[in-house]
Structure formats: C-alpha cells, structure tokens
Antibody, heavy 124, light 112 residues
Framework: EVQLLESGGDLVQPGGSLRLSCEVS????????MSWVRQAPGKGLEWVSG????????YYAESVEGRFTISRDNSKNTLYLQMTSLRAEDTAVYYC?????????????????WGQGTMVTVSS | DIVMTQSPLSLPVTPGEPASMSCRSS???????????LDWYLQKPGQSPQLLVY???NRASGVPDRFSGDISGTNFTLKISRVEAEDVGLYYC?????????FGGGTKVEIK
C-alpha cells in the first residue's frame, strides 16, 4: 500500500525555522518526482516546491524562493522541506504529493498520491 | 506566472443531473509533446486532494467514467455526467507546464 506520512509541523514564531518530513512507503521513491503543496486555513491549494526523482533538479514558488529548501534522501525514502525566515502567511497545512514520473515534464502527468498533511502555524 | 481562473465559484447540483465547471489559463498549456499540461483535482471535505483528470482529458486510475475533461484552446472543462452525493467538494485545476505550477481558485460543488 502506498503511504505518504508528513511530520514536523508546529507552532513557530515569525522569523523562525522548521523542517518538514514526508516518509513514503509502498513504491520506489527514487523513481518519482515529488512536491510540497500547501493550503492556508479556508483557502485554496498553492504549489510550493518540487524536486525530481534523482534530486538533481529543484523548483520553487516565488513566495518561498530563497527561504525554503526542498531535498530528498532516497536511501531513507524521505522528502524534506527546510523552511526559514517564516512569515505569518506561511501558515498552512503542508501536503507532500507524488508525481507520476521521474521528472515533471512528461506525459505521465499528475500528482497521484498525497499525504494527509502537517500543520504549520507561524504566530507570536 | 500562469494565472488559472475557475468558474463558477459555487455549483449547486442535483444528484443524477449533469454538472460542468470551467478553468481558463492566461497562456496556452500545450507542451512540445502535443499534450496540454492541465490536471484536475477533487478535494472532498476533510480529505487530501485526489487526481481526477490529467493532460486535460485523461481520467486517472480508478476515477469513475462519469467524469470527463474537455479542452478548447486555453479553456478547459470538467464535466460530471450524473452527479452523485460523493462528488461534493472543491474542484481545482492546475497547470503543470511552467513553474511555478499554479492552481485555480476552485469550484465548490454542493448538493442542492
């Protein structure tokens, strides 16, 4: 069974840092690109960052570029999101999502598996 | 960034009746491979999103055939041939042609 389990969400003060993890099982992790997608309370979905299956290419939303770093450890089947200089507007549920191929620009399109999300609250 | 505009914001539906929602992109979404890089997701209440349609018109694995996607230039349509009660939730389109990938604002489907 495919599973994606996020962890690391917490209450943090503005300017603080946090690292999210997404541990996966049930598929060959290194064969698939991954992303983080967030959802602020009562709001829509926002793509945050993505990484190719090899970890060799990373992509970011402008709102987090320079503050967040996506990475993966294929030996541990785990995806990470290092978040620094956190702002109130980063408050959201953060989902990790599995893409259907090694990198994003192929006909095997779409995020076909999602975790349950982890809540990040940035507040003083 | 590519802007995705969904309409309507809210869609009251009657079980057994058809339903349709739209998504418009600010730029074309056709990749050099000939496919439109547009996906549809459904987020049921209290759940994570799930993939419904990829490349604008292809149903994802396990998705009932009452769901279908159409493409006309930069206009994309998701149709439900006969709505069921389990179809309520927020529907999002998402372009994945250029980073940053961007979602539409969503269409909320609810039972009348």
């Amino acid at each position: 069974e495919v599973q994606l389990l996020e962890s690391g969400g917490d209450l943090v003060q503005p300017g603080g840092s946090l690292r999210l993890s997404c541990e996966v099982s049930g598929f060959t992790f290194s064969a698939f690109a991954m992303s983080w997608v967030r959802q602020a309370p009562g709001k829509g979905l926002e793509w945050v960052s993505g990484i190719a299956g090899t970890g060799g290419a990373t992509y970011y939303a402008e709102s987090v570029e320079g503050r967040f770093t996506i990475s993966r450890d294929n030996s541990k089947n785990t995806l990470y999101l290092q978040m620094t200089s956190l702002r109130a507007e980063d408050t959201a549920v953060y989902y990790c999502a599995k893409w259907r191929d090694l990198d994003f620009w192929t006909a095997l399109n779409g995020f076909d598996m999602w975790g349950q999300g982890t809540m990040v609250t940035v507040s003083s | 960034d590519i802007v995705m505009t969904q309409s309507p914001l809210s869609l009251p539906v009657t079980p057994g009746e058809p339903a349709s929602m739209s998504c418009r992109s600010s730029q074309h979404l056709m990749h050099s491979d000939g496919y439109n890089y547009l996906d549809w997701y459904l987020q049921k209440p209290g759940q994570s999103p799930q993939l419904l349609v990829y490349l604008g018109s292809n149903r994802a694995s396990g998705v009932p055939d009452r769901f279908s996607g159409d493409i006309s230039g930069t206009n994309f349509t998701l149709k439900i041939s006969r709505v069921e009660a389990e179809d309520v939730g927020l529907y999002y389109c998402m372009q994945v042609l250029h980073t940053p990938f961007t979602f539409g604002g969503g269409t909320k489907v609810e039972i009348k």
